[in-house]
């Protein structure tokens, strides 16, 4: 594998010295490019895109090509796992995702099994492969996986919920069933994020994009406990290196404490909460990847250079700090903007690294 030429964002994880505040940004390969539009309609559809090693990599290549930006992530979605367990992924034109097979009886809790990563998830791996080839040590890759009690919430609904009613159901109903599943998803997570730090992703994160709809005791028992077990399971080195592990709750700025106990080295945070009082409540132990609000995209770049500024300022002097939107990228946004974004990072965040 080549040397990396520039591993900032690999630095800031771990807290050690760096230049400048490496950033990127959740999505940035996707709708709001023209060229992965074009892409997308070449493949046929969103989950042939994925499948497809080679324009997996154009798409993850593709927002490099246009930024300067410090990691590259993994084209890919959340939902290869419970697809690869047989629950029928498809994608609806406006709805998003929807299961054919939900989960919702103990039969078919009891049909779930930890699909293999070099089988069923085998063009995930081709394609991490294929893009760490192809990136040839410019920036860090980034792996993923959905968290499991994330995972739990597509499963069981049987797509996206605005009230939670069947998940929630089961776990307040049915806890017993509820920890198998999660159980089943946890060592999925943990061999699928192991295998593409095999195939060569040199960081992961775990998306909890539905853990903020949990009560703090609830959090505890069927999100939180599954990450750790996720976390405690992880290779953490590889070809000599550190492989950092980023935890990121949407609406889990309470939970910060009892997320940095579980051995992560970063914490990512949405827009919710401020980065300083953040800082201070768990900087020493980790390092924090955000947190602007994605609007802040819509604005004029002499606005986006405000906000960034302002950010910057709130984290302070030193390292261990990733810049990023605090979810991903929205699709209407004007891809010049993006690129006035990561130019303030990089350009007024220098000062903080003296």
Not at 11 to 35: C, H, I, N, S
Not at 54 to 65: D, F, G, I
Not at 265 to 290: E, F, N, P, S, Y
């Amino acid at each position: 594998m080549s040397e990396l030429k520039n591993d900032r964002f690999l630095r800031a994880l771990l807290k050690e010295p760096v230049d400048v505040t490496p950033v990127w940004m959740m999505r940035q390969a996707g709708r709001y490019l023209p060229e992965y539009k074009a892409t997308r309609a070449q493949a046929g559809s969103f989950m042939d895109l994925c499948k497809n090693a080679e324009l997996a990599c154009e798409v993850t290549l593709q927002p490099l090509e246009r930024y300067p930006l410090d990691a590259a992530i993994l084209f890919s979605d959340i939902l290869t796992i419970p697809d690869a367990m047989g629950l029928g992924l498809r994608f609806e034109a406006g709805e998003g995702p929807v299961f054919d097979n939900p989960v919702r009886s103990e039969a078919d809790v009891n049909k779930l099994f930890v699909p293999d990563p070099e089988g069923e998830l085998q063009y995930v791996m081709n394609a991490v492969r294929t893009i760490r080839r192809e990136l040839n040590g410019r920036v860090p890759l980034i792996g993923f996986s959905g968290s499991p009690w994330t995972l739990a919430v597509y499963m069981v609904e049987g797509g996206g919920t605005k009230d939670y009613a069947k998940v929630k159901g089961m776990m307040f109903d049915r806890p017993d069933l509820m920890h198998k599943l999660l159980e089943t998803t946890a060592k999925s997570v943990t061999s699928y994020l192991n295998a593409q730090i095999e195939a060569g992703a040199q960081a992961v994160q775990i998306f909890d994009t539905w853990g903020g709809c949990l009560t703090p005791r609830d959090y505890k028992e069927f999100s939180l406990r599954y990450m750790q077990q996720i976390v405690d399971g992880l290779i953490r080195e590889k070809d000599g290196r550190k492989v950092p592990v980023i935890l990121f709750t949407k609406g889990g700025g309470q939970w910060l404490e009892a997320m940095a106990e579980t051995g992560c080295d970063a914490l990512g945070l949405d827009w919710t909460i401020d980065i300083a009082d953040a800082r201070a409540r768990v900087g020493d132990k980790v390092a924090l990847q955000g947190n602007m609000d994605p609007s802040t995209l819509y604005a004029s770049p002499e606005r986006i250079r405000q906000e960034v500024a302002t950010i910057l300022e709130g984290y302070g002097n030193g390292t261990g700090h990733i810049f990023n939107l605090g979810h991903g990228i929205h699709q209407h946004v004007d891809p010049e903007h993006a690129g006035a974004f990561i130019n303030a990072v990089h350009e007024l965040s220098a000062k903080y690294h003296k």
